[in-house]
């Protein structure tokens, strides 16, 4: 029973238990307002009755005098149930009825008895007045010739339907109270040890084990509920601490290379001989390359503030074929430059979303930018730029015709710093893709890679009908 003090300090046990104490105080109250309600009634249908039968008593004497009220009374005090009869001289001798004593002073005035008297029935001893073994309640009246006459009421059926109904509540209070008891012990422990479990879990998950979730019972219950939210919570830690030791990794990989080659830039540039146009040459390629390095660093706190649902400007109504004709033209030159052709195929489709232009803007550009990129040098390379609406989604769909991504390898393609063998020729960081794919989520989409007819690479910005950031 050491579990049962530890149930008591739960919230559920406190309030059950205060939910018992008002629920028996209500049941007292209404049980003792009913008891005495009834009692009442008992007792005013009792003096009806007496009330009734003296005036039927009155009348007999008025139609047939003494010998025949005394007849009367003689003959209802003999039958069941009787109420009670009395008829003495004015000095207290009994004439007839079925009472042989009364406790001192009821027959001394005439009227109701102002309170239940004791009485005493043919064939009891003499101690039944004395020890109040019945009670009864009366009317006491005189008749022309000063005799006594008394009709009056056994108060037992009210008494023993007071006394029942007690009972009945004491025997109630014991079951409900045994039962509260049971409940608690019960469906106390069960919560204890379903605390006990999350607690377990929990001690586990600060001990840095982040692969642990909370466990679920399905009932479907407020612990459940709590621990799918909180399993939703570790998961997308989770999420987020694998792609910081991912970026950490990336970064200390990927940038070790262009670091150290600007290392051996400027020492080969102070071990040869002085040369203002060599050393010029050596300053303009390390700037280059760091500036390289600036963007790369960029981009990469471009991804993190998007996935941590961070913007610099509010959300507001993009226009998403603005959009591609912006990018479109941005990169007309460049395209240009390099023998591809560029087209936007959006034409004036009327597309809306809510979000931020410049991160839209952004993503769209790193994606044309690859499709340039990798198009050049491919015959009669082309990338075009669609954006089509139906009821459930808006598409901006850039398309190439350069060597595409094969189909397992796609989705490590926006990944960060992710860079196929493939790509290994081309300049870059490997976060364009990445980029993209962090902006598609903070605004409610998805970005979908596919191979294009024909070959290449389609690569869709889908955002949700209706949604936005």
Not at 139 to 168: K, W, Y
Not at 296 to 315: D, K, Y
Not at 346 to 361: H, W, Y
């Amino acid at each position: 029973m050491a579990a049962v003090p530890a149930i008591m300090k739960t919230t559920a046990a406190r309030l059950s238990a205060l939910y018992l104490v008002l629920f028996s105080l209500c049941a007292v109250l209404l049980v003792f307002y009913m008891t005495g309600l009834s009692v009442r009634m008992l007792t005013v249908q009792t003096r009806e009755t007496i009330t009734e039968e003296a005036q039927g008593l009155a009348a007999a004497y008025q139609r047939g005098g003494l010998p025949y009220l005394v007849r009367m009374v003689e003959r209802r005090s003999r039958q069941p149930s009787a109420n009670l009869y009395l008829i003495t001289d004015p000095n207290g001798r009994v004439l007839a009825g079925n009472v042989e004593s009364l406790a001192p002073g009821v027959l001394d005035e005439a009227g109701w008895t102002t309170r239940p008297f004791a009485y005493q029935r043919y064939g009891e001893g003499p101690g039944a007045v004395a020890d109040g073994r019945h009670t009864a309640m009366a009317h006491v009246f005189r008749l022309p010739n000063r005799m006594i006459v008394l009709v009056g009421r056994d108060l037992g059926e009210p008494e023993r339907f007071r006394s029942v109904v007690r009972r009945a509540l004491v025997v109630a209070f014991g079951m409900m109270g045994l039962g509260a008891l049971l409940i608690w012990y019960v469906v106390g422990r069960r919560a204890l040890r379903r605390i006990d479990r999350v607690s377990e879990a929990s001690r586990r998950i600060m001990g840095g084990d982040l692969s642990g979730r909370l466990p679920v019972s399905g009932a479907g219950d407020e612990f459940d509920r709590l621990s799918a939210s909180l399993n939703a919570m570790l998961a997308r830690i989770a999420e987020l601490n694998d792609g910081l030791r991912q970026v950490s990794d990336s970064i200390a990989h990927d940038l070790k290379t262009p670091l150290t080659r600007l290392r051996n830039r400027a020492e080969a540039a102070l071990a040869g001989q002085p040369d203002p146009a060599e050393y010029r040459a050596a300053l303009e390629r390390t700037i280059a390359e760091s500036d390289q390095l600036i963007r790369t660093f960029n981009a990469i706190l471009m991804i993190s503030r998007v996935e941590a649902g961070h913007s610099a400007e509010a959300a507001e109504p993009v226009d998403l074929a603005a959009v591609v004709a912006d990018v479109v033209e941005l990169y007309e030159p460049l395209a240009e430059q390099q023998g591809v052709a560029l087209v936007a195929e959006a034409g004036a489709v009327p597309a809306t979303v809510e979000g931020n232009r410049e991160l839209i803007g952004q993503a769209l550009s790193n994606i044309v930018d690859n499709a340039i990129k990798y198009s050049a040098g491919t015959p009669a390379a082309r990338v075009a730029v669609g954006l089509a609406q139906d009821r459930t989604a808006t598409r901006i769909t850039v398309t190439d015709n350069g060597p595409g991504i094969p189909e397992e390898d796609r989705a490590r393609a926006t990944e960060r710093f992710v860079r196929l063998e493939a790509s290994r020729s081309q300049p870059g960081s490997g976060l364009g893709l990445s980029l993209a794919k962090a902006v598609m989520k903070f605004h409610g989409g998805r970005l979908e890679l596919a191979a294009a007819e024909g070959g290449g690479l389609a690569v869709a910005m889908v955002f949700s009908s209706g949604e936005g950031r």
